[in-house]
């Protein structure tokens, strides 16, 4: 069967992560020799992430946010090296309570 064919085949079963990862992969991967169970491992994590991050970005659009944010945003935070580690999706250590975030309490915070 031809690549065509099976991207095809793939796109009209709405399988549309695994298309575009078989597309990515038959462009890019240099190493062609991986096993077809290693390949159907690959398409099958990348239709599993397309379709967690299309129902996420749906989520996100429905939610009723009162305004939009990201980690630019945060005015209060006075170290940079904060957003870098949340930013990059490492975990802060327990240990190591951040810096305020600008964020007001209306009533006393007890240690």
Known sequence: MLVDQTLEMLSAMKLHGMANYLREWMEKAPDKDASATDLVGLLADAEWMYRENKKLSTRLQHAKLRQQACLEDDEGAGDGAV????????ALPAARAPPSSGLRTTSPVMA
């Open 83 to 90: 957003h870098l580690e949340v930013g990059g999706g490492a």
